[in-house]
Structure formats: structure tokens, C-alpha cells
């Protein structure tokens, strides 16, 4: 059997395994396609359904267009009889922005060809930036004569029953075609959508004719079968959604709806709540605020009376401390016991919510622990309450997540040249400071550091001031910098210093050889939080990186550059790497969803089938430097071992 047929047989197979006619669970990334085929490999979740529309690899606007699972160019109105719909399920999508020519796919880092322009294919260039959810989003692209910014998602041939809707909305505030793409901006970012809602696709055409667009409500519509007027019902919507402006899909909080249909077309609508006053990335003089669309999944179940979807993720890891617990509630459920602790069987047993380990019957559903420690595992439970209702209360499920050992207070991940790393950073004594998009210890960027021990020169740093003094006793213990030297660097002393708000300051050297200054790898610089006798660490306000000596008699005469990157407080542990090889989900188990993840992500690089990624990749197994079908075959190995029903526990 070749490859490419091992790889397929895979993903097939486990696509049989685990289908289960009770519930369906379908989860779509919105992938940008490639002019000559297939899509950014960058942009596309391992283990989730492409829709990849192809007339969307341009980065322009575009009419109505229709998924039906083929992956062939399809407008919306085109039949769909006998297509396979996202991911095999029969479900396929439409997707309007209102009026036609005017929906767009865009992806952080890319630029499209400039307007003006005549350009041959392709019609993008340049490098994906981050995460594949985070990276890649559906929106409104152009203004002209445009009066609104919803985003409308047709689901046609769904089947009966009662659905969660889960919607990713995250944008950036860059430009895509400046000549100089600067995605990493964390600028004009925009109000939040008022709504999201459905309604049935039959009772929809108002939607369209209101803003005059009769044209791209003929073709939503088409000739299909589209049900009843009433045939949709909306549970719960969702309001005020926030459009993130994050770089990792670990940080993406989605919305959520929940509806009925009795098989009619249902429509989902994602109000842009316009003309807000948000500049539009092609041409600044139009203004408008956006509906804002990354992926989506549908969840198919039975009446659910227990709380579900958590928000952290049942067994993520690296968890920030000051994360807010959400959920969603329970279709009977009007308040909420929380119970939440370090121990798993008291969490479990817990029946008082105002005795530890619960924390309070709440009216809303989320919660601010505000006292989580490091590096440390919890176990959190709610149950539904109605007191109107005998069945009460619903006893939830046990779920658990870890916080981070590690808080990050710079990645240099969101700088796009010098001047924005300079109205962060400032440069002392004999340094200077650059971006650099080429070496980066995690992610794609890190901060280079020039050093001139020179000419009167003792010391050369740079400095990183925080708008408000840090409190770093809260079991912090050390804190980090990860650099990388030059084998041109003269040797010299390193240091890690820290100000606190009245001014004391202190620094502490590298104690490593001098001259790891030379070595061209990521190393790890620790300093323990306790060296720092006179200062506050209850107030800190700025953190420092140098090479040389602020106190000595004379400069050493070196100089040379550094590349600094991760700067971070740290607790217990903050070991890097993946924490369970083969586990790509994050679920704390290795199974056939990581199986199938692994097999996608080598069919989307395309022959030989190897992908670039370090240890930090979980589909590296091997702890080489990428992932390829060795790694595949360790997952099926791992499972094959275990047995039915395929399921390995991370440790």
C-alpha cells in the first residue's frame, strides 16, 4: 500500500471507529485554500474538517458560497444531492455576508495583492502567523455602499434534533496589503458583536432584502427544501461577544448557542452590530465594525440537564491563574452550584456549596477563583439548580485543568518592527535593541539585544517598565530568560535585573560559563527571586536583561548581540515540551482523535509527509526534528497495545 493510501485508510478507519449514531460532534476550521489547490497547512486544526472555499485563497470578497463536504467551488443555491456535507455528516453550510461580493476569508501574516495593482497568482504571499484557529477568520472585507456587517451561516440537510452551537471569533488589527503586513497588532480592537442567534432559513428573507440584497437571498436559498418557518427554536443566544485578539487557540473562549430544529434549514446569525467606528484594514476612510468567524462546532445530543462545555477545557494544561471559570448551563437550571479543589474524591462528594470545597450557589455561570496556585491541578464541578423543578438539582461531571508554573510577561510575539518593540522596551548603557522575525525560542519572534561594552560603556540592557507594579510573591520563586548567543560574541557577564516601585534595585549574573554568550542554541537563564535581597517583590516595576557589569570600575570591552525571548515569573515546574507526546487535542488521553490528527496533518504537507516541528510539537514522538510517519506509527502503536477501545491515559 503507498503512502498517501496508509494515511487515508487511517483517517477513514478512524472515522468508522468512533462514529456514533447518537450524537454528532462536527468541528469546521475555516482553512484558507492555495490558488493552485489545497490549503496554508498552517491555518487548518489537526483533527478538524476543512472548509477551504477556493475562491476564497485571494483574500478578497466574494458572493454566497456553499459547503458540501467535496471541496469542490460551490455557490450557494447549487444542488447538494448526493455530496457527502462537512466532514461526511450530510450537514452543508452556506455562508453570506448579506450582500454579495463582500465575504472574505483572511489570514495573520499574509498579504494580499494590493488593489491597485495588476497581479498574477498567486494572489497572496508572505508567512502564517499562529495558531490555526486563531490565525484565520471570515469577515465582511470591503465597505463600499455596504450599510451592514453581520455574518450569516446556512446549515442545510441538518438532521432533527437539539444542537450547541460553538463559535471562535478572533481578528487582528493589521494591515494585508500595505506593502509592510504588520498582523501582530493588538490595535483598533473592536467592540464586541451584539448577538448571535437563529432562525429558520425559510422565515430569513428579511435578513437580505432589508439591505437591498435580493440578489444573495435567491441564491441562499436556492431550490433546496427548506422546512418550516417555525421550525427552528433558539434555547439560549449569545450577547456582547467579544472578539479576541490572541495568538494561541489554548487562550480562545468561544461562544456558545443552543437551538432545536425539527430538520428544517436553520440560520445562524452573527451580528456586526455596524458602523461603530472601526477602521476598515484595506482602506482607513471606510469605517465599520465587523461579525468576526474562525471555526464553529456543531454538537448534536439529547436534552442536556447537566452543565457542559467548560471553559478551562476538561484536562487542559497551562492554565493562567486568573482565569474565569464558564460553562454552559443546563437546559433546566436556573443557578449554580459550584465546588471546586486540589482534591479529586472531595469534589467529587461535595454536596454543601457554601462548605469547602464548594464556593456558592451562583445566578451567573462563570467564576473568578482569584486564588489558584502554580503548577497545580484542580478538579471543579457544578451542579444545576431549580428549586421549581423536582428533579433538582442535576449533578454535574468532574472536570479538571492545571495552571501554569509560568506567567509570561513578554513573548515579543505582538511586535511588528522596532518602533512598536520600542515604545515597550528601552535600551540602556551601550545597548540597542531589534526585532527579530528569524530566531525565536517559542513562537516567531524574539527581541535582539546589541550590546557595546565600550568607550566608557560598562553595561549594555534592555528594559521592560510594567504600567502597574507586579506582585511576584504569590509562590513565584525565579525568574526566567531564555537566551541565544553568536559565535562571533565576545564573552562577557549576563545579568537579570529587577526595579521595584520606590526605585531599590538589584541584579543577579548568570551563573553559567561567560562564554555560553558564543553558543547559537536557546538556553535557559534562571535567577532565584530571593537574591533580590532589597527589593519589593510585592511591587515590581520593571525587568531588565544586559550583559556587563552596572557597578564595575571599567568596561570589559566586549561587545556583540543576544537574542532574548520568554521573559517569565515561574513557580514549581515550567518544563517546556509537550507534556504528553501524542495527545494533540489536549484531552489528557492519546486515542483514535489523535491518530486521525496525525494522519491529517501529513496528508496536508503532501508527499514525503513530513512536517518541521520540534519536541514541543505532541505529534513529535520521536523527539526529532519533525513529525512524519515514524510518529504515526508510535501513536498506532500505543493504541494497538492498549487495546479497544484505544484509549492511552496521560500520566
Known sequence: ????????????????????????????????????????????????????????????????????????????????????????TGIMAGMSCVYEGRGGLIAAGLEMCNLNATCGPPAVSGQVLYDPICNTWFQVTDFAGVPGANILLGLYNIPPGEYELVSYHNRYGGERNDGNPHWECVCNPQPPMSAITVVAV???????VEYGSNYEWQKFKGNYDLGNVTGVELFEGAYNVEIQQVTSDNDLVPSVIRFRTDGSAVLVVYEGNCCEQVPDDIRPQRESQRAI?????????????????????????????????????????????????????????????????GRGRLAENSFEPGDLGLDTTYYWRIDEVNDANPESPWKGELWSFKTAACLYKEDFELYYNLDALQDVWISGGGGWIEISKTEANQGTRSMEL????????????????????????????????????????????????????????????????????????????????????????????AVFVGAGDRDATRPSGASGALYIDDVRVCGSGGAAGCACPGNLNGDDQIDLDDLQAVAGVLLQAGSPFVVPAGPEHCGNLNGDAQVDLDDLQAVAGLLLNAGSPFVVLCD
Not at 3 to 31: G, I, R, T, Y
Not at 347 to 355: L, Q
Not at 528 to 534: F, G, T
Request: proline share 6%.
Open 1 to 88: 500500500m503507498c503512502k498517501k493510501a496508509f494515511l487515508v485508510a487511517v483517517v477513514v478507519l478512524c472515522a468508522v471507529v468512533q462514529k456514533s449514531p447518537a450524537e454528532l460532534h462536527l468541528k469546521v476550521d475555516l482553512a484558507l485554500p492555495k490558488y493552485n489547490g489545497g490549503v496554508w497547512q498552517e491555518t487548518l486544526k489537526p483533527g478538524w474538517t476543512a472548509w477551504a472555499q477556493p475562491r476564497w485563497h485571494d483574500m478578497y470578497g466574494h458572493d454566497c458560497v456553499l459547503a458540501n463536504g467535496t471541496g469542490e467551488e460551490t455557490s450557494c443555491g447549487e444542488p447538494y444531492e448526493g455530496k457527502p456535507g462537512l466532514g461526511g
Open 202 to 208: 425559510a422565515a430569513a428573507e428579511t435578513l437580505f
Open 293 to 357: 468567524l474562525n471555526a464553529f462546532e456543531i454538537v448534536q445530543s439529547a436534552v442536556r440537564a447537566t452543565a457542559s462545555l467548560p471553559y478551562p477545557p476538561d484536562g487542559r494544561k497551562d492554565v493562567p491563574r486568573d482565569s474565569v471559570l464558564n460553562w454552559l448551563p443546563g437546559a433546566h437550571g436556573v443557578l449554580h452550584d459550584l465546588y471546586i479543589g486540589t482534591e479529586a474524591d472531595a469534589v467529587e462528594n461535595a454536596t454543601d456549596p457554601d462548605s469547602p470545597p
Open 450 to 541: 546589541q550590546y557595546f561594552n565600550r568607550s566608557g560603556l560598562k553595561y549594555s540592557e534592555a528594559g521592560l517598565e510594567f504600567e502597574q507594579p507586579q506582585d511576584w510573591t504569590s509562590g513565584y520563586d525565579r525568574v526566567e530568560v531564555f537566551f541565544k548567543g553568536m559565535a562571533s560574541n565576545d564573552a562577557d557577564k549576563m545579568y537579570i535585573a529587577l526595579e521595584d516601585a520606590e526605585g531599590k534595585n538589584a541584579a543577579v549574573f548568570y551563573e553559567g560559563d561567560v562564554g555560553d554568550l558564543r553558543i547559537e542554541q536557546w538556553q535557559l537563564f534562571a535567577a532565584e527571586l530571593a537574591q533580590y535581597v532589597d527589593v519589593d517583590m510585592t511591587a515590581i516595576k
